[in-house]
């Protein structure tokens, strides 16, 4: 720095002390958001600095630079941030590090911190956030990734595309399946001439609107009414069909195309003052909704097509029509390696759903890591085929998957208006408050409160759902703090009653006439949502192993008597003489979902319980059954879950859960909690058991204390054999592993082998 002639000490002083102050020089920096993610807007921080990405370490990161992160990203507000790489660790340097912001910033490099590239972090410490999913007004967000985040459809010269109904009965119909094709080209709103339309165009098109198939329409009538409204002197139809920029003069598609923007297009004729549309009308296209989106359905589920047909599922997705791809081979649910995964494949799974084509085809298991067989690998379709066992693909232990690489699919869905058929009123955020919903009340639609009664966490997920909110984390009877909407006060919905599936809380089963003894008010029911919620799936491998009996002395059972966890015949023995038989097993609970596992009640209301001196954070976390092959219950156990923790998370993740000196309780996305075979209350007390065959089962999380994005895979079951002196576990399996012809011909021949019918 150059000293300005005549310049005292002092001054230069001072100046030194602007040029280096604990608040950063701001410099020109941008940032982006990787790793796996959902919806747009959450992900890895990254900041490119002096030509270079590099992350930001999650020392000192809090709410406040999370804000400042999301504006300068183009969001309107952050929801929350992340620690520990939850979005898998970066590469490069760790640009920032103990960032501190007043949250008023308008970039993350007028924030204070310890210096560009001045930091003693690693990259499993790097901080990710995530942003409301509205942006700010002619915000342009820089979320872009460096990561292969699967292939996205570009918006290029055909951004948007509609169906205008025509007629009476497809105004009428929702979601709308058949009209006018309308194309949306530069911010314009285009008809698309029918010279030279083929069904390959109306697949493409039915495709993009949430529809697996496009039907075969009788165009005649149409022409009739376009050649009636052309001669109306009232209409302006025949002045805007001269223009050529009332049309999109051709579109040729093969038909395998996610997207229009796709297809070879011809905006404008070829040839100069040539008419786009010269003796054509607007093309027409009519569509076949999927099995879940038909009139008065909402439950079904797509029929597998025959011949190569291999059945699929998505797991894990925030949203309908997304997941993870989950495929029914050999008898067991798989998933499927990302290698060659693109949105032709995704494709071919989203309309074997019965959804439309795929908006994204995601890799790198960003909709969760599965648990169990990888089925396929270098999936390779053309488009056409009806199921995704008729493309062409090889064995996935021939190429050394893992399930970090398990794809995942967003789908097109039909626009079927549900979200505003219910509203959240009187919360602190959009994301909670009490359910309010229109239904027809005497011939009119009224909105109205749902009765409390009964409400539970399958309503509260549909709910959810239906608002695209996500998953419930809460469901609520009582909803005293929150005022609902002073148009809404009257119960208009009681005895709600949702399978969990459904679309929509209006195609749940609920009373006739509204039943509601507590009349509604503070009793009404209520929702808290969020985007990401985790996922309990038991070990079944690791039972089957481990199980053993042990003839365990009375006096060492002291403890576990307390804790109920002995059969109630043990109360009438003479302590401490005598033993109990166990059934002992490890067991070991993945987090498969998208959101870390804690506990419902915090720290302050954990249980303390003196003999074994420890904390209980959930009073009942798995259930243990021995069940007759008929089902009847003939010995239980339970454990609670007195340490919840990362035992082990895989390579790359770090554990962030501990109980050690009264630790925060939990299980971290990825990782899992083990509880030995050793320790109290891990068996089932089977001394009054006699000999014989048996289903052993275990339930996680079975009165559903804390949400879970899918309940199904909860219950573990394996088939018992004891002679009076051994047990032999096999066929160990959770709920949702097989396919039902597999469960049912084990069940079948468990009984045949034991004379029961």
């Known amino acids: 720095m150059v000293m300005p002639a005549g310049a005292s000490p002092i001054l230069l002083v001072m100046l030194l002390c602007q040029v280096a102050p604990s608040k950063q020089d701001p410099a020109p920096v941008q940032l982006r958001l990787a790793g796996p993610r959902g919806p747009a807007g959450e992900g890895r921080l990254e900041v490119l600095y002096q030509g270079r990405w590099g992350t930001v370490c999650d020392d000192g990161f809090d709410f406040h630079v999370a804000t400042v992160a999301c504006r300068q990203l183009g969001y309107t507000a952050a929801i929350t941030w992340t620690h520990s790489a939850t979005y898998g660790q970066g590469e490069g340097p760790i640009w920032l590090d103990n960032v501190r912001c007043g949250g008023s910033e308008s970039s993350l490099a007028e924030c204070v911190h310890n210096g ?352 695209g909110l996500g998953f419930a984390s809460h469901a609520l009877q009582e909803t005293w703090y929150w005022a609902g909407s002073p148009d809404a006060s009257q119960v208009v919905m009681s005895g709600v009653r949702c399978a969990g599936t459904e679309l929509a809380l209006q195609q749940c089963q609920r009373h006739g006439p509204i039943h509601c003894p507590s009349g509604g008010g503070r009793f009404s029911a209520g929702v808290t949502c969020t985007a990401h919620a985790p996922d309990l799936v038991m070990n079944a491998q690791l039972v089957q192993e481990t199980a053993y009996l042990e003839d365990r002395p009375l006096e060492l059972l002291y403890c576990a008597h307390e804790e109920r966890c002995l059969s109630r015949s043990a109360d009438h023995m003479q302590w401490p003489y005598g033993h109990r038989r166990l059934l002992r097993f490890s067991s070991q609970i993945h987090n498969l979902g998208r959101a870390d596992f804690r506990p419902r009640m915090g720290r302050h209301a954990w249980t303390w319980h003196q003999c074994h001196r420890h904390f209980h954070s959930i009073e009942v976390f798995t259930h243990y059954d021995l069940l007759t092959l008929n089902g009847s219950k003939v010995a239980e156990g339970h454990k609670a879950s007195f340490c919840l923790e990362d035992t082990s998370c895989p390579e790359g993740l770090q554990r962030r859960f501990a109980c050690a000196n009264f630790g925060e309780q939990g299980v971290s996305v990825g990782c899992w909690d083990t509880y030995r075979h050793d320790i109290d209350c891990q068996w089932i007390d089977i001394t009054d058991v006699p000999p014989g065959s048996y289903t052993f089962q275990v339930v996680v999380n079975p009165k559903h204390e804390v949400a879970e994005s899918d309940f199904s895979n909860n219950v573990m079951r394996c088939q018992c054999k004891y002679d009076g002196q051994r047990v032999w576990m096999h066929g160990c399996h959770t709920s949702d592993a097989y396919g039902a012809d597999v469960v049912n011909d084990l069940e079948r021949r468990e009984r045949l082998a034991n004379n029961l019918v």
């Open 116 to 467: 560009w590239g001045t930091s003693d972090c690693h990259h499993g410490e790097d901080a990710g956030v995530v942003c409301s999913g509205q942006r700010l007004p002619g915000g342009s967000p820089q979320a872009i990734s460096s990561d292969h985040l699967g292939e996205q459809v570009p918006g290029l010269s055909l951004e948007e595309v509609r169906l205008k109904p025509i007629l009476a009965r497809a105004k009428l119909s929702m979601p709308v399946m058949e009209g006018a094709v309308e194309v949306k080209h530069n911010g314009h709103w285009r008809q698309v001439c029918n010279a030279g339309w083929t069904r390959n165009n109306s697949r493409v098109v039915c495709g993009m609107l949430g529809f697996p198939q496009e039907k075969h329409l009788d165009t005649r009538f149409y022409q009739k009414l376009w050649n009636k409204k052309l001669k109306d002197p009232n209409s302006n139809l025949k002045t805007l069909s001269q223009k050529n920029s009332f049309w999109v003069h051709r579109v040729r598609c093969r038909g395998t195309e996610p997207h229009l923007s796709r297809c070879p297009t011809e905006v404008s004729p070829p040839a100069p003052r040539q008419h786009a549309c010269p003796r054509g009308m607007h093309a027409i296209v009519s569509c076949l909704p999927g099995p879940a989106f038909q009139k008065g359905t909402g439950k079904g589920r797509s029929k597998t097509p025959p011949g190569k047909a291999l059945p699929v599922r998505l797991r894990a997705g925030t949203h309908t029509g997304e997941g993870r791809v989950e495929v029914l081979r050999h008898g067991q649910w798989g998933t499927v390696c990302d290698k060659q995964w693109d949105l032709a494949a995704a494709s071919v799974v989203c309309r074997q759903l019965g959804y439309g084509t795929a908006k994204q085809a995601l890799l790198g298991a960003q909709m969760g890591q599965g648990l169990g067989p990888i089925h396929m690998s270098e999936v390779r379709c053309t488009g056409h085929e009806r199921s995704l066992g008729e493309c062409h693909f090889q064995d996935a232990e021939q190429s050394g998957c893992r399930h970090e690489a398990d794809a995942a699919v967003r789908c097109h869905i039909p626009n079927m208006d549900f979200k505003s058929q219910v509203r959240l009123a009187g919360g602190r955020s959009p994301d909670e408050g009490v359910v309010e919903v229109l239904v027809p009340v005497q011939g009119q639609l009224q909105w109205g409160a749902v009765c409390g009664a009964q409400w539970g966490l399958n309503e509260a997920m549909v709910v959810c759902r239906q608002l």
